[in-house]
Nanobody
Framework: QVQLVESGGGSVQAGGSLRLSCVAS????????MGWFRQAPGNEREGVAI????????QYDESVRGRFTISQDNAKNTLYLQMNSLKPEDTAMYYC???????????????????WGQGTQVTVSS
């Protein structure tokens, strides 16, 4: 079993920065991909940034490319999302997710992921 615990959300003004953290515990050896998703009220959960854990390759949604950076610290079993130049449209609940198997074509699909964190709220004001 894998547990994911997120932290780092908060309220910031447009143009500000936040760093989200996700600590993974339990049996993590089989996790091949991890990612950050977000969901605003009334919207579907959407992929933000994905990392393939064994080779450190990364993919980003076009809406955050150049502003957000996903990274991992394997020694600490921790995933990060550095969010810079935040915009009001980034406001959402942000979730950490992990999976033990995947297809490249579906990395941004919520159905790919076996494990989810509880979410951390990010609010960006104008």
């Amino acid at each position: 079993q894998v547990q994911l615990v997120e932290s780092g959300g908060g309220s910031v003004q447009a143009g500000g920065s936040l760093r989200l953290s996700c600590v993974a515990s339990g049996y993590t050896d089989n996790l091949n991909v991890m990612g950050w998703f977000r969901q605003a009220p009334g919207n579907e959960r959407e992929g933000v940034a994905i990392i393939v854990t064994d080779d450190d390759t990364k993919q980003y949604d076009e809406s955050v490319r150049g502003r957000f950076t996903i990274s991992q610290d394997n020694a600490k079993n921790t995933l990060y999302l550095q969010m810079n130049s935040l915009k009001p449209e980034d406001t959402a609940m942000y979730y950490c997710a992990a999976a033990d198997s995947f297809r490249v074509e579906t990395l941004f699909s919520t159905d790919t992921y076996n494990y989810w964190g509880q979410g951390t709220q990010v609010t960006v004001s104008s």
